[in-house]
T-cell receptor, first 114, second 116 residues
Framework: AQKITQTQPGMFVQEKEAVTLDCTYD???????LFWYKQPSSGEMIFLIY??????QNATEGRYSLNFQKARKSANLVISASQLGDSAMYFC???????????FGKGTKLSVKP | GAGVSQSPSNKVTEKGKDVELRCDPI?????LYWYRQSLGQGLEFLIY????????KSGLPSDRFSAERTGGSVSTLTIQRTQQEDSAVYLC??????????????FGQGTRLTVV
């Protein structure tokens, strides 16, 4: 069965510093996609970045990058140059195959300190 | 260019009543998901529809919960005989199917259900 684990319930980071949010996953399927979403206090779900299991290079989107280590089954999110607006819940998610279900981890609450 | 639309945005109901939550996905999206999010918690998967395939109902917490999707578009999540523990935000998301790849799911704003 698929499973996503986020072991950090809460994280603090100083403004302008980088932070890594951990995500490990478990699946026996060779084809899967990994996603990160941001949920600010307003409640909306904002897509940040994704990585396909066959992608050779780590995904990057602006200040977001995904540190994908397939052998370790980890897909950590790295946020560079943190901003106050980055304070939010962050969820890691996995989709099995292109038509599979999308399941989420329990999330990490990131707080950026000025 | 409408996104995923959910209605109502807020619903207060008395314990024991039935409620229906509606989701209008983005036009052309074949995949539709329902999740439940309790205060400060993660997204609990409820049910997943993909095209004409049988839905994945493995996340429904009890037989009081059911969902249908008519014509491959609008979906309704029904909770019968509501209980206080059903109070949560119910999120709907949709995504297209991209052959050989992945695309993100687009979320609605959610329905906040309060059972009193």
């Amino acid at each position: 069965a698929q499973k996503i684990t986020q072991t950090q319930p809460g994280m603090f980071v100083q403004e302008k510093e980088a932070v890594t949010l951990d995500c490990t996953y478990d699946t026996s399927d060779p084809s899967y996609g990994l996603f990160w979403y941001k949920q600010p206090s307003s409640g909306e779900m904002i897509f940040l970045i994704y990585q396909g299991s066959y992608d050779q290079q780590n995904a990057t989107e602006g200040r977001y990058s995904l540190n994908f280590q397939k052998a370790r089954k980890s897909a950590n999110l790295v946020i560079s140059a943190s901003q106050l607006g980055d304070s939010a819940m962050y969820f890691c998610a996995m989709k099995k195959g292109s038509q599979g279900n999308l399941i989420f981890g329990k999330g990490t609450k990131l707080s950026v300190k000025p | 260019g409408a996104g995923v639309s959910q209605s109502p945005s807020n619903k207060v109901t008395e314990k024991g009543k039935d409620v229906e939550l509606r989701c209008d996905p983005i036009s052309g999206h074949t995949a539709l998901y329902w999740y439940r999010q309790s205060l400060g918690q993660g997204l609990e998967f409820l049910i997943y529809f993909q095209g004409n395939s049988a839905p994945d109902k493995s996340g429904l917490p009890s037989d009081r919960f059911s969902a249908e999707r008519t014509g491959g578009s609008v979906s309704t999540l029904t909770i019968q005989r509501t209980q206080q523990e059903d109070s949560a935000v119910y999120l709907c998301a949709s995504s297209p199917v991209v052959g050989g790849g992945w695309t993100e799911a687009f979320f609605g704003q959610g329905t906040r259900l309060t059972v009193v």
